[in-house]
């Protein structure tokens, strides 16, 4: 997977270090000269040295290569630009874009950015698990990383008809709630697993690939 991630401030610094370690091919687009060549000796990416507002800079980034594109710089018109430019590139699986002020998100969401965070509701870690985790529908992060409470989409037929309380709880993860149409519910005795459906499992963070393969392989 290919990922350009825009800004290599502390959020982006932080999100192409932990893809680096995940194995994935990253590149960072700073502006900042000096910024840049400190990152470059902190990062084993190709750190662009340009104005990602510029096609010629996203260019040279092969953004038309890209998987994923992330803007997370600290001006939100920046990263809104960026995000328009990149609906012209229909190999871009997923935009996702740092929005510093909330009352901003709406713009995003019209223009066709997929995920938007913010300072305030996340680090550079939930950035990593959207990227790295695709069958995770939604993530939050507990316990300073040790626990994690994941919503997935029931697709391992396999499972179909099979009791729920048959696989929870676990020693590693518990399934804490089952949607069906939209309507919560505890999983009792008679709670099967079924196609479009929808659960909620806190797992240990060490198990998280575990529970996922399972549930959403």
Same mark, same amino acid.
């Given at each position: 997977?290919?990922?350009?991630?825009?800004?290599?401030?502390?959020?982006?610094?932080?999100?192409?270090?932990?893809?680096?370690?995940?194995?994935?091919?990253?590149?960072?687009?700073?502006?900042?000269?000096?910024?840049?060549?400190?990152?470059?000796?902190?990062?084993?990416?190709?750190?662009?040295?340009?104005?990602?507002?510029?096609?010629?800079? $996203?260019? /040279?980034?092969? +953004?038309?290569?890209?998987?994923?594109?992330?803007?997370?710089?600290? &001006?939100? !018109?920046? #990263?809104?630009?960026?995000?328009?430019?990149?609906?012209?590139?229909?190999?871009?699986?997923?935009?996702?874009?740092?929005?510093?002020?909330?009352?901003?998100?709406?713009?995003?969401?019209?223009?066709?950015?997929?995920?938007?965070?913010?300072?305030?509701?996340?680090?550079?870690?939930?950035?990593?698990?959207?990227?790295?985790?695709?069958?995770?529908?939604?993530?939050?992060?507990?316990?300073?990383?040790?626990?994690? $409470?994941? /919503?997935?989409? +029931?697709?391992?037929?396999?499972?179909?008809?099979?009791?729920?309380? &048959?696989? !929870?709880? #676990?020693?590693?993860?518990?399934?804490?709630?089952?949607?069906?149409?939209?309507?919560?519910?505890?999983?009792?005795?008679?709670?099967?697993?079924?196609?479009?459906?929808?659960?909620?499992?806190?797992?240990?963070?060490?198990?998280?690939?575990?529970?996922?393969?399972?549930?959403?392989?």
């Amino acid at each position: 997977m290919y990922v350009i991630i825009v800004g290599a401030g502390r959020v982006g610094l932080n999100l192409a270090q932990s893809l680096v370690h995940e194995g994935l091919n990253v590149t960072i687009i700073e502006d900042d000269e000096v910024m840049s060549e400190e990152v470059a000796e902190q990062v084993d990416a190709m750190v662009i040295n340009g104005d990602a507002t510029s096609i010629q800079v $996203l260019e /040279d980034a092969d +953004i038309a290569e890209a998987d994923v594109f992330v803007a997370a710089t600290g &001006d939100d !018109s920046i #990263n809104l630009l960026i995000s328009v430019l990149c609906q012209n590139y229909d190999n871009i699986s997923k935009v996702i874009a740092r929005v510093n002020d909330l009352g901003h998100e709406s713009a995003f969401k019209r223009v066709g950015v997929d995920v938007t965070v913010s300072p305030e509701s996340t680090v550079a870690a939930y950035l990593e698990r959207i990227i790295t985790r695709p069958k995770v529908a939604d993530l939050i992060v507990l316990g300073r990383g040790s626990t994690e $409470l994941l /919503d997935l989409n +029931i697709e391992n037929s396999k499972l179909y008809g099979k009791p729920v309380l &048959d696989y !929870s709880p #676990n020693e590693n993860y518990i399934v804490c709630a089952v949607y069906e149409n939209d309507e919560l519910i505890i999983p009792q005795k008679d709670t099967v697993f079924h196609k479009d459906q929808k659960i909620s499992v806190l797992a240990k963070a060490t198990h998280v690939q575990e529970v996922t393969k399972l549930f959403a392989p």
